[in-house]
T-cell receptor
Framework: AQSVTQLGSHVSVSEGALVLLRCNYS??????LFWYVQYPNQGLQLLLK??????LVKGINGFEAEFKKSETSFHLTKPSAHMSDAAEYFC?????????????FGGGTRLMVKP | NAGVMQNPRHLVRRRGQEARLRCSPM?????VYWYRQLPEEGLKFMVY????????ESGMPKERFSAEFPKEGPSILRIQQVVRGDSAAYFC??????????FGPGTRLTVL
């Protein structure tokens, strides 16, 4: 079984400050990991994904995440927050062994950006 | 290439009615997934389908919920005799064979 824990359901940062959204996963097999962003009343947009290549993954909109197997973590970062980054962020896990590739999501972190 | 399309975007039903949610996958995608997002929660997997086959329905409630993906036409998620607890956002995602899932905009179901 796989699971994802996102620490902090709400994170508030000032515009221009570092963004750090935490994600820890549990998986008995090598995981594939994803970060999605959801704007109000919209669907999910893929930010980035880890699929066993480079452990530091760069995504869209200046976001990146680092896969740390020893810590079972896949934290999302961005050096400088913009107002447009305010949204809900979801971390998700699946695996190649999971024949269906269905995603298991964390509970989400709502990012607020203060001017 | 149009993205994943879902309709309706918003659906209001009274308790006991049926809800039908449609999902048209991206062109060339033969894998469809349905997820449900309850208020203030993350998405939960419901069912995984390929054309004319249900591959995994381990996340579907045992009663009142069904899904299909016919040879022609969209995938349908059907909820019979809706109850207030069914109020949620239902997202469809499609994928080429075992690859990244692309999500639709969702259908927000409200049960009065």
């Amino acid at each position: 079984a796989q699971s994802v824990t996102q620490l902090g359901s709400h994170v508030s940062v000032s515009e221009g400050a570092l963004v750090l959204l935490r994600c820890n996963y549990s998986s008995s097999v090598p995981p594939y990991l994803f970060w999605y962003v959801q704007y109000p009343n919209q669907g999910l947009q893929l930010l980035l994904k880890y699929t066993s290549a480079a452990t530091l993954v760069k995504g869209i909109n200046g976001f990146e995440a680092e896969f740390k197997k020893s810590e079972t973590s896949f934290h999302l970062t961005k050096p400088s927050a913009h107002m447009s980054d305010a949204a809900e962020y979801f971390c998700a896990v699946t695996s190649r062994v999971n024949a269906g590739n269905m995603l298991t999501f964390g509970g989400g972190t709502r990012l607020m950006v203060k001017p | 290439n149009a993205g994943v399309m879902q309709n309706p975007r918003h659906l209001v039903r009274r308790r006991g009615q049926e809800a039908r949610l449609r999902c048209s996958p991206m062109k060339g995608h033969s894998h469809v997934y349905w997820y449900r997002q309850l208020p203030e929660e993350g998405l939960k997997f419901m069912v995984y389908l390929q054309k004319e086959n249900i591959i995994d329905e381990s996340g579907m409630p045992k009663e009142r919920f069904s899904a299909e993906f016919p040879k022609e036409g969209p995938s349908i998620l059907r909820i019979q005799q809706v109850v207030r607890g069914d109020s949620a956002a239902y997202f469809c995602a499609s994928a080429p064979f075992r690859d990244e899932q692309f999500f639709g905009p969702g259908t927000r179901l409200t049960v009065l």
